[in-house]
């Protein structure tokens, strides 16, 4: 069962347009959710975060919506450059702060120069 | 920022043979280490949770005896592929946490791809 699903595989924009990833998940208990970024051959890095409690953070070029009702969330980022070429995952986490968490499969972004 | 290393970062083996893949925190102490299994095109499935000096936790339907995993020390912890089969190839990535509450202090190190030919 997939709790996390992030259903487009790949994405492709022009540099400098919106670049959105779309996460969405299924357990209502899940309160934390977080972005990651991965390179090749390098492991998966932290780029962003939400509480439950919002539905919205921002950090520079990166935003995080959450959806509750929805169970979705998003990830935008505007504009995107080349650099952001990877593959993005979403987390989400559960209260019980065992630091377990719970992925979707990725979406590979590639930005066209 | 802190930095996670694995080794080896791929192997191949023989059907039936073991293999340990090391997790190492370079320049922090890892009171927990998570190790996941990924496989094509699938997400990151946690296989078990280790703290250091004590038994490593698995997810439902990870077979323990299969993948042990050591964590003698807190900046070390190793999990060993047993009598590995096909089926076991996949992608290992370990993930270390330096002791903070925050879900972002959580560093992941760059995997290591098993092949069981």
């Known amino acids: 069962d997939q709790q996390v699903k992030q259903n487009s595989p790949s994405l492709s924009v022009q540099e400098g347009r919106i670049s959105i990833l779309n996460c969405d998940y299924t357990?209502?208990?899940?309160?934390?959710f977080l972005w990651y970024k991965k390179y090749p051959a390098e492991g998966p890095t932290f780029l962003i975060s939400?509480?439950?409690?919002?539905d919205k953070n921002e950090d520079g070029r990166f935003t995080v919506f959450l959806n509750k009702s929805a169970k979705h969330l998003s990830l935008h980022i505007v504009p995107s450059q080349p650099g952001d070429s990877a593959v993005y995952f979403c987390?989400?986490?559960?209260?019980?702060?065992?630091?377990?968490?719970?992925f979707g499969q990725g979406t590979t972004l590639q930005v066209k120069p | 920022g802190a930095v996670v290393s694995q080794h080896p970062s791929w192997v191949i083996c023989k059907s039936g043979t073991s293999v340990k893949i090391e997790c190492r925190s370079l320049?922090?102490?890892?009171?927990?280490m998570f190790w996941y299994r990924q496989f094509p095109k699938q997400s990151l499935m946690l296989m078990a949770t280790?703290?250091?000096?004590?038994?490593?936790?698995?997810e439902q339907g990870v077979e323990k005896d299969k993948f042990l995993i050591n964590h003698a020390s807190l900046t070390l912890s190793t999990l060993t592929v047993t009598s590995a089969h096909p089926e076991d190839s996949s992608f290992y990535i370990c993930?270390?946490?330096?002791?903070?509450?925050?879900?972002?202090?959580?560093?992941f190190g760059p995997g290591t791809r098993l092949l069981v030919l």
């Open positions: 320049d922090f102490q890892a009171t927990t």
């Open positions: 939400i509480s439950s409690i919002k």
């Open positions: 357990n209502s208990m899940f309160d934390y």
């Open positions: 993930s270390a946490r330096d002791g903070g509450l925050a879900f972002e202090t959580q560093y």
């Open positions: 987390a989400a986490a559960g209260s019980s702060n065992t630091g377990k968490l719970i």
């Open positions: 280790s703290n250091e000096g004590s038994k490593a936790t698995y």
